[in-house]
């Protein structure tokens, strides 16, 4: 007579680790999706804006170049207003805060906030691009 041979026998994961294990996992997911909801907002030209039918319900960023003689300034409140434009089209916009050392007509500036579709641009964020003053040169 052969001996019996014995089958290994394999540990089983209990139920409750593996329902641990997907709620863990699916909490992680929607934190990861909520915070990345949260935090999107869309980059759009002037013309793009205007053309765009969602951007009145959400916060929108808007890049464009400041136009000459369009500055009005209310420095008591901390109010600006101005016009912006792609090279297309041109957007007013209204903004209360700081406003940036460099910001002057003819300068990129980016706007962060909401638009009605009529009026100005309610901007809450007012970002100047600094003008490059570096230049490349290639000697051969």
Same mark, same amino acid.
């Given at each position: 007579?052969?001996?019996?041979? !014995?089958? $290994?026998?394999?540990?089983?994961?209990?139920?409750? %680790?593996?329902?641990?294990? *997907?709620?863990? /996992?699916?909490? *992680? /997911?929607? @934190?990861?999706?909520?915070?990345?909801?949260?935090?999107?907002?869309?980059?759009?030209?002037?013309?793009?804006?205007?053309?765009?039918?969602?951007?009145?319900?959400?916060?929108?960023?808007?890049?464009?170049?400041?136009?000459?003689?369009?500055?009005?300034?209310?420095?008591?409140?901390?109010?600006?207003? %101005?016009?912006?434009?792609?090279?297309?089209?041109? @957007?007013?916009?209204?903004?209360?805060?700081?406003?940036?050392?460099?910001?002057?007509?003819?300068?990129?500036?980016?706007?962060?906030?909401?638009?009605?579709?009529?009026? $100005?641009?309610?901007?809450?964020?007012?970002?100047?691009?600094?003008?490059?003053?570096? !230049?490349?040169?290639?000697?051969?």
């Amino acid at each position: 007579m052969q001996p019996a041979l !014995t089958v $290994p026998t394999r540990k089983r994961i209990p139920w409750s %680790f593996v329902l641990a294990g *997907i709620a863990i /996992f699916g909490a *992680i /997911f929607y @934190l990861i999706y909520a915070n990345t909801q949260a935090n999107a907002v869309y980059y759009l030209t002037v013309s793009e804006l205007r053309h765009c039918t969602i951007c009145t319900v959400q916060s929108v960023r808007v890049a464009g170049v400041v136009q000459d003689g369009s500055i009005v300034r209310d420095d008591q409140r901390q109010l600006i207003s %101005f016009v912006m434009n792609d090279g297309k089209q041109s @957007l007013p916009v209204a903004y209360t805060g700081v406003v940036p050392d460099i910001f002057r007509p003819g300068i990129q500036v980016v706007v962060e906030g909401h638009y009605s579709g009529q009026g $100005p641009f309610q901007a809450q964020t007012l970002l100047a691009k600094c003008p490059s003053k570096f !230049t490349t040169s290639t000697t051969h």
